[in-house]
Every structure is written in structure tokens, then in C-alpha cells.
């Protein structure tokens, strides 16, 4: 069973920075593709960022440019770096760990979010 943590949610004025850290733990055998999700008031959870294990990165058009999704694999860790954050950005940010078993089953694991609040 993989655990996964996340940390480094706030309050941060419109075109302020905030870094969210995610931390996956427990009985590891795998990670594949880790990465951010959000999710905003009467709104469906949307992915934000991804990155692969060789750390293939995508994006949702909406962060282009301006949030950065970075791992660490010995650490088993992601991190998202927000930049120039709008009103708009402000919603519960998930983490996603997919990983395999010992069997090489694929499975993830979520985390219990983080709130990121964007407002002057």
C-alpha cells in the first residue's frame, strides 16, 4: 500500500509563487507517472501536471508556462513550483502516484489535497 502526502498549500496574492510537494511512502515497488490535480468549488478534479519516471512532463494549457512539475525518484517525491498564480488557480490541489505491486500490477494512490487560495 503506497501513502502519499502532500504539503505547501496557502494563501498567496494574485502573481505570487507557491511550491506543493507530494511525498509517496509505505510498501514501494514501482512509481510510474506521478503528478497534480486540482479541484475547485462545484468543478470536476482536472489534471494539472504529470511527469513520467524518465521525467516526460505535460501540462494543462491553462498552467503552461507557468507551473513547473519536477521528482525526485531515490526520494520518491514530486513537487509542482506555481508561478504567476491567478484567482483562478485557487482549489484543492491533489496528488496522483500510479505504481506497481509486486505482482507488476499497475495501481495509485491519492493524496488528502492541499488548499491553494489565490486572493488579494
Known amino acids: 500500500q503506497v501513502q502519499v502526502a502532500e504539503s505547501g498549500g496557502g494563501l498567496v496574492q494574485p502573481g505570487g509563487s507557491l511550491r506543493l510537494s507530494c511525498a509517496a511512502s509505505?510498501?514501494?515497488?514501482?512509481?510510474?507517472?506521478m503528478a497534480w490535480y486540482r479541484q475547485a468549488p462545484k468543478n470536476q478534479r482536472e489534471l494539472v501536471a504529470s511527469i513520467t519516471k524518465s521525467g516526460t512532463t505535460n501540462y494543462a494549457n491553462s498552467v503552461q508556462g507557468r507551473f513547473t512539475i519536477s521528482r525526485d525518484n531515490a526520494k520518491n517525491t514530486v513537487d509542482l513550483q506555481m508561478s504567476g498564480l491567478k484567482p483562478e488557480d485557487t482549489a484543492v490541489y491533489y496528488c496522483?502516484?500510479?505504481?506497481?505491486?509486486?505482482?507488476?500490477?499497475?495501481?495509485?494512490?491519492w493524496g488528502q489535497g492541499t488548499q491553494v487560495t489565490v486572493s488579494s
Open positions: 496522483k502516484v500510479n505504481s506497481r505491486d509486486a505482482l507488476n500490477r499497475p495501481d495509485f494512490s
Open positions: 509505505g510498501t514501494i515497488f514501482s512509481i510510474d507517472t
